[in-house]
């Protein structure tokens, strides 16, 4: 049986252990309006670094609507600390906010089971989408 289960609220993003690219922590309510893009990713991950170019170029071309945030959860010990990661943004290139999601708090709230998983979230802030993988 098939059924319809409606929109569903997107989780906020809770459990950063640090923010980086961004003065102050990021909320899924302060984004309202525009259409959300989260990206669990990490810096150990190729098919990770293989998604950064075309985030960069989704960044320039709907800049107005559009607002990615990176929720980082390394899965080695290293990766997770946030002077490495920190380092390894400047590295890549990487401008967008990104949570340090050391604890994977955001990981499991949003049941992410691969890297990468995108999640898109419509300006109400309802979840429209996500891959895996």
């Given amino acids: 049986m098939d059924h319809e289960?409606?929109?569903?609220?997107?989780?906020?993003?809770?459990?950063?252990v640090a923010w980086l690219n961004t003065p102050a922590p990021i909320t899924l309510a302060h984004l309202r309006g525009k259409v959300v893009?989260?990206?669990?990713?990490?810096?150990?991950c190729i098919n990770c670094l293989h998604v950064l170019p075309e985030l960069r170029a989704l960044e320039a071309r709907?800049?107005?609507?559009?607002?990615?945030?990176?929720?980082?959860?390394g899965k080695f010990a290293a990766e997770?600390?946030?002077?490495?990661?920190?380092?390894?943004?400047?590295?890549?290139?990487?401008?967008?906010?990104?949570?340090?999601?050391?604890?994977f708090r955001a990981w499991?709230?949003?049941a992410a089971r691969g890297w990468p998983t995108l999640a898109l979230v419509d300006p109400r802030g309802y979840v429209v989408g996500q891959v895996m993988g």
Avoid: C, K, M
């Fill in 62 to 73: 709907f800049a107005d609507v559009l607002a990615i945030v990176g929720i980082h959860s």
């Fill in 108 to 110: 499991r709230a949003w």
């Fill in 37 to 44: 893009l989260l990206d669990f990713w990490t810096y150990g």
């Fill in 5 to 16: 289960l409606g929109p569903v609220r997107a989780p906020e993003l809770d459990g950063a």
């Fill in 80 to 103: 997770r600390q946030t002077p490495r990661l920190a380092r390894a943004l400047d590295r890549l290139g990487v401008a967008h906010p990104v949570l340090n999601d050391r604890q």
